[in-house]
Structure formats: structure tokens, C-alpha cells
């Protein structure tokens, strides 16, 4: 099956003329119709418009084109615009909604004549941790059907390991790419924040926010990312750095690396599964040759409390502009104000509301001090914590999530619960470092754990080349669900 290929392998052999990127589209449509019934990863498939593509990638190929990701078929996370195909955020507030203009990081797929075979299901708004939250459905696990993907990439991460697609674009604001990364057993990568152009994907809290990748392999993630990343001078925060080749750079030689190894961590109530196993990925990079040390990381435990200030606060201000007066379904009530109140009530889902009411709360009179302004100095320690770190190490090791996959429905309704599920992940994004998850193996029940690697701001490089050789010496990310 073409399904099974990697998408590094489909590239070698839509070059070599061993297939056509008809024949790989067609078997992916094909396996999405028979598969995703259960895994409800797509929002909506974009089958005419994906084979139109596939059929103009193919000309383009005979015609001498050997652009790198050629007629490559790829899942799009749904809070990225892409021009007259429905982008809902998975929130009923958007239902129908056509944007009118492409965001940058797709955009650059597109012209390198990648074929988007569909958006995928989201958290509403990317507010969640298991996919439970949208409007449209709750995604499943590949792995146990019983169980959620992650969230709130949910559906992309579910598309890649259900082999409904060779890779996807996915969002990650504390943790939305690495986390279901790791309940999905794929390769997730949340760049630098200022890497990849936000422009264009539908914010949830603008400094926090950053376009991320998932692949079945380290090199699909480094060539998703090299077609990404770049200065972008429609988003202000967009760095005007050079991008590194970095397929190029995956030697899988760590001999020497510094990696540390952050007592924080490792906490109470983490599976134990989960820390025996993580335990073991780091040993065999001291089997690699890297260089293992014990590091601290002092402002972890503010870390949690401290993204749900400032990212609620930037929620309640970027999510005033949905109001049904200029896209989206309306609730029409005569006078404005009742008309506002009641699409906003209609509109948005449960999570959504909780985190609106935290944030505007956190801004309001006599409280900004209080709340926003402090969780503004703790994520300038936190920052401060990673850059002495780094000081003394390349990379950092740690787990990706506490637990593996958890089932559909145990912490829908315990908010705090289910914000723990990203208690490892939030610290990268305040301090806007690289973060990756990687397979490094599978608890009793058979659910992938994910091994997550952070960097300096920047240095994409190296954590993809540790990430590569410890996945050289590894075959955890060959396994495949069973579907």
C-alpha cells in the first residue's frame, strides 16, 4: 500500500517514476473513506480539489519540476486559512465560514505543489488537550478507538498515525503538536516562536501560538519544516533568520552532546510506565556517546498557573472579533447587543467560555496587576531558567506527557485534569524554544510514550539531528496501530 510509505520514501518514488502522485492521492482518499468513519480525524476532505492538484503535480514533474514536496499528500490542521475551503476552528461560531486569502505556511506548500487532502478536527479555537472540545465531534485514538488523540492537533496527529496522510501542519500553543504527538506514537515539532509565519493561522493567544509538524519519521518532520519556515514580513513577529538545510543536518552523531536532564520533570503522579521508559531513551543516548547531566529548571511549578493567565487574557482579547456581524452563522435579535450575546452564547463551546471569563477576568480593573502583569514577570523566569540551562547543555530530555492516551470522556469534565495533561510541554512555549516529540515506546495497554527534546530558540538543528539518532537506533516509530 502507498499509505504505508513514509514521506521521504514517496518523494524518492514520485522522482524515480515508480508512482504517480494520482495513484498516491487516490489510495489516500481511498483509505480516509474506509478508515476515518471511526477515527473522525477530517473536518472536512477536499477529494476534487486534491486530485486536481495530484493530476497538475504530476505535469509538473514530466515537465522537469523537482520541487521537494512535489505532489506530497498532506492533512491541514483546521485554524489555518486556506483560501474558499471551510475553516471552522472546529467552533459552530465559524460553521461555513470561506476565508479569503491563504495563510503563509500553507501557502508555501502550495506553491511547492503539495496536495491538501483535507482539514482536520481541532479543539475549538485550539483550546484543549484531547481533541473532546470541537464542535464537530470527538476525535479517536488510532491506537484504541476508546481513547482521544491529544488535542487540540488531535486530527492531524490521528491522520499521520492512521496513515491517512504522509504528514500534516499542525498549531501548538502549550503543548497542541508534541502532546498528541506523543498519545499518537508520530513525530511532532513546535518550532521557535517567530520560525514559521503565523500569518494567517487564526489566533488563539498571539504570543504563545506557532505552526508546528508531525511525520511518521524525523527527516518528514525536517522537510515539512524546511518548506515552512521563514521570514514572513506580514507577521511582525516573524524572525529574519537564514533557514538551515535540515535534512542536511541529520548525521545521527550525538557523540559529545550535552543533554540535560530536568529533576522537575519527573514528578509525582506521572505514570510510572511513562518514566521507565523515558528513563531508557536516555540511556541509550549515553549508549550514543551523548553527554548525560542532571539540570534544574527552578520555575517549572509556576509554569502551569502561569499560561493560564497570560494565555486566557490574550484569548479574551483575540476572540472579541467573533461576533456574527461579519462572518460566521448569526443569532439575529433585532438590536445589537442581544444579537451579539446570544451568537457568542450559541457559538462557542463550553471551554471556550471558561477561558474567555478567565482571561477577561485577569485583564480587568484592579486585578491586571494582580494576576496578568505577575504571570507576565514568573514567564520571563521561566525564560531566564532555559537560557542559564543552556548554558550548560545542547538539548534537554524529558517526557512529552505525564500518561500515555487517556479515554474519551474521563477529564471532560475536570478542567484541571486535563490541564495537567500538558504540565511538560507549556514551559517551552513562554519561553518560545524548539520542542519535539519523539516515539520511544508503549505502556501495558499498548499506547505509544512520547520522548520529548527542547532546544535554544533557533536550534532546530540540533534537536532534530538528536532526535534522528536516537530514532536510527531505535524501531519504535516503525510500529503501526491496528485499524
Known amino acids: 500500500m502507498l499509505t504505508d510509505l513514509t514521506l521521504t520514501d514517496a518523494q524518492e518514488k514520485l522522482r524515480s517514476g515508480a508512482i504517480t502522485s494520482v495513484e498516491l492521492t487516490q489510495q489516500h482518499l481511498e483509505r480516509i473513506q474506509t478508515i476515518d468513519p471511526d477515527v473522525k480525524a477530517y473536518l472536512t476532505l477536499t477529494e476534487n480539489q486534491a486530485l486536481a492538484a495530484a493530476d497538475q503535480a504530476d505535469q509538473r514533474r514530466q515537465q522537469g519540476d523537482d520541487t521537494p514536496l512535489l505532489g506530497i499528500p498532506l492533512a491541514i490542521k483546521d485554524v489555518l486559512m486556506t483560501k474558499a ?36 478536527n481541532v479543539d475549538e479555537f485550539a483550546m484543549g488537550s484531547s481533541t473532546e472540545n470541537s464542535g464537530y465531534g470527538v476525535t479517536h485514538n488510532p491506537w484504541d478507538l476508546d481513547r482521544v488523540p491529544g488535542g487540540s492537533s488531535g486530527g492531524s496527529a490521528a491522520a499521520v498515525a492512521a496513515h491517512m496522510a504522509l504528514g500534516a501542519l499542525g498549531t501548538d500553543t502549550g503543548g497542541s503538536v508534541r502532546q498528541p504527538g506523543s498519545f499518537c506514537g508520530v513525530c511532532a515539532l513546535k518550532p521557535s516562536y517567530g520560525r514559521v509565519s503565523r500569518y494567517g493561522l487564526i489566533a488563539f493567544a498571539s504570543s504563545l501560538d506557532q505552526i508546528g509538524v508531525f511525520g511518521r519519521t524525523v527527516e518528514d518532520m525536517a522537510v515539512l519544516l524546511g518548506a515552512i519556515a521563514g521570514h514572513d514580513p506580514r507577521d511582525s513577529t516573524s524572525m529574519d533568520l537564514p533557514v538551515p538545510d535540515y535534512r542536511a543536518g541529520l548525521t545521527g552523531d550525538v557523540h559529545g552532546l550535552r543533554v540535560g536532564v530536568p529533576k522537575e520533570y519527573f514528578i509525582e503522579g506521572i505514570q510510572p510506565e511513562v518514566e521507565q521508559t523515558i528513563r531508557a531513551a536516555i540511556d541509550q543516548f549515553v549508549t ?23 494565555a486566557p487574557a490574550e484569548a479574551s482579547a483575540n476572540l472579541a472579533r467573533f461576533d456574527g456581524v461579519r462572518y460566521g452563522p448569526r443569532q439575529s435579535q433585532g438590536a445589537m447587543w442581544p444579537t451579539y450575546k446570544a451568537t457568542r452564547g450559541q457559538g462557542f463551546g463550553a471551554e471556550v467560555k471558561r477561558r474567555i471569563m478567565l482571561g477577561t477576568y ?58 495537567l495533561s500538558d504540565v511538560f510541554t507549556l514551559p517551552a512555549n513562554l519561553a518560545g524554544i524548539v520542542g519535539a516529540s519523539i516515539p520511544c515506546g508503549f505502556d501495558r495497554a499498548g499506547l505509544p510514550i512520547g520522548l520529548q527534546i527542547m532546544g535554544p530558540a533557533f536550534d532546530e538543528p540540533t534537536v532534530l539531528r538528536a532526535a534522528h539518532a536516537y530514532q536510527h537506533a531505535t524501531d519504535w516509530h516503525t510500529r503501526r496501530p491496528t485499524l
Do not use: W
Open 362 to 419: 485577569a485583564l480587568s480593573a484592579g486585578y491586571y496587576d494582580a494576576y496578568y502583569l505577575k504571570a507576565q514577570k514568573v514567564r520571563t523566569l521561566i525564560r531566564q531558567d532555559f537560557d542559564r540551562a543552556f548554558e550548560a547543555v545542547d538539548i534537554i530530555l524529558s517526557p512529552t506527557a505525564p500518561t500515555t492516551a487517556f479515554r474519551i470522556g474521563e477529564k471532560v469534565d475536570d478542567p484541571l485534569q486535563m490541564y
Open 288 to 310: 550514543l556517546g551523548a553527554d548525560i547531566r542532571e539540570i534544574t529548571l527552578p520555575h517549572t511549578d509556576y509554569a502551569l498557573p502561569t499560561y493560564y493567565l497570560i
Open 85 to 120: 475551503v471551510q475553516t471552522t476552528c472546529g467552533s459552530r461560531i465559524l460553521e461555513g465560514f470561506l476565508p479569503p486569502y491563504t495563510g503563509t505556511a500553507v501557502q508555501n506548500l502550495f506553491d511547492m505543489g503539495v496536495v491538501m487532502l483535507g482539514k482536520t
